[in-house]
């Protein structure tokens, strides 16, 4: 009698001690495995997750130390603004919207060229990364209704796949009003739109709209003597911007997006000086491995530049657009990058 109560109390204990060593091993042995197949899965194939979605946003806060030249203000808010977006403390409150204005060549699509490869692993090739270029996509005027109904069923059915969805229009001022109010409620403070929750995307406009204001603004600041372009402040702008968005031609033509204020920040891009397009020059040298090409060649580059407005000839009319082709040209001409060369 005595005997079979200890081999019950044995047999009890045993499975006591199994059970837990069941709930002690293999539960986290079954989270590891199922975060190793994940891995192994979304290593070959792009997954909606972090695996994926890197979101290096000190990778890409780096890169645009390193190769943005004089924009300040776009130093100050691009990063900031998308890394608090997609905080994993908190859930935002409407999808984040960004509208970059300048002079061609001011740097927005190279800045959006750097978010893109430092938020997606697979970069522009994520099939998380929308890229609309108005007068590709967007020509005609007669198909408003059409491009609107695309518009919202990509976005709709991209977003319900995988929430952290990156919407890029570029030339806003060359697509016909109108089209851009199809994305206002996907982009207004709602947690759910036709069951779809936009909140986690992020859409980025790139327009010349509002470049001119810009540009004579910091023209005026450089000719009042003491403001320097770095202590011009982002308030300084922002109602340039509104102002001329909303009355020039193009996609936010007195918009609903923009009487509505659904886009979060307007980040002005300054126009180039010649320093600043002397640094892009020594970067598209230092690219091709030219660490430190001579004055002669600089020179060369600079000289394909053209200067504007007419009288103070102050700002790259073409930014530091078509610097790499040719800092490419004269690398290759005068053989700069052979060893010996
Ligand atoms: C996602 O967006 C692309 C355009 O970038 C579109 O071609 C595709 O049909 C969309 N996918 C869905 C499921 O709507
Ligand atoms: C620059 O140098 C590195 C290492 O020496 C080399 O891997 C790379 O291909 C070079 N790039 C060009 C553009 O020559």
């Not at 996509?137 to 069923?153: A, D």
């Not at 504007?308 to 290759?332: A, H, N």
């Amino acid at each position: 009698m005595q005997l079979t109560g200890v081999l019950a109390r044995i047999l009890f204990i045993q499975c006591l001690i199994t059970t837990c060593l069941g709930f002690g091993f293999l539960a986290p042995v079954g989270v590891a495995l199922g975060g190793i197949a994940a891995s192994a899965i979304c290593r070959f194939k792009e997954c909606c997750s972090e695996h994926s979605i890197h979101a290096d946003f000190d990778g890409l806060e780096d890169a645009l130390k390193k190769h943005i030249y004089g924009q300040h203000l776009v130093l100050d808010i691009v990063t900031n603004a998308l890394r608090s977006h997609w905080a994993d403390n908190h859930k935002p409150q409407k999808a984040l919207t960004l509208s970059f204005h300048g002079w061609p060549g001011s740097g927005k699509n190279y800045v959006t060229k750097f978010i893109v490869e430092n938020m997606y692993k697979y970069g522009s090739k994520s099939k998380f990364v929308h890229h609309f270029i108005g007068r590709m996509h967007f020509s005609s005027e007669n198909k408003v209704k059409e491009y609107q109904e695309n518009l919202q069923e990509w976005i709709k059915g991209n977003t319900t796949n995988c929430g952290k969805q990156l919407f890029i229009f570029d030339e806003v001022d060359k697509m016909p009003s109108r089209v851009l109010n199809i994305i206002k409620p996907m982009i207004d403070y709602r947690d759910d739109v036709d069951g779809v929750d936009y909140r986690d995307c992020v859409f980025i406009f790139l327009s010349n709209t509002g470049a001119d204001l810009i540009n004579e603004h910091v023209l005026e600041m450089w000719k009042e003597d003491g403001v320097k372009r770095e202590d011009l402040k982002l308030q300084d702008f922002e109602m340039l911007i509104t102002r001329g968005a909303f009355n020039e031609e193009g996609g936010f033509h007195h918009s609903d997006t923009i009487r509505s204020n659904l886009i979060d920040h307007y980040v002005p891009f300054l126009p180039m000086e010649r320093r600043h397009v002397k640094l892009c020059i020594l970067d598209e040298f230092a690219q091709r491995n030219v660490t430190n090409p001579s004055e002669e060649h600089v020179n060369e580059a600079m000289a394909f530049v053209e200067w504007g407005p007419s009288t103070e000839k102050l700002f790259s009319t073409t930014g530091c657009k078509r610097i790499s082709s040719k800092v490419g040209m004269i690398v290759t001409q005068y053989k700069l990058n052979k060893p010996g060369g």
